[in-house]
């Protein structure tokens, strides 16, 4: 498991790679904790290596959004394999997220 993360103007790209569950809490946050809270900033969770996601994963994804201004952030997670996708459209993550 990586995670990688990269800055372009306001946009923040998170890429996860293999398993994402509790062992990747802190390299999760460090993506994005230096940036100020309530930040302008545009969130892109890259999916697409990503083949596990567990319930710690939906709480530092729902820790990311209040760091992100929560009702005002803006994020985006994209390329999603199936399984994926269908765990976060079952915890209703498509209310709190853009998926795509």
Known sequence: MSINSSVNGNTITISINGRFDFS???EFREAYRNLPEGSSHEF??????TDYLDSSALGMMLLLREHAGS???NIT???CNNEVKEILLVSNFDKLFKIS
């Open 77 to 79: 997670i994209k390329n």
């Open 24 to 26: 990747s809490h802190k």
């Open 71 to 73: 009702e005002q952030a």
């Open 44 to 49: 892109i969770v890259d999916m697409s290596a």
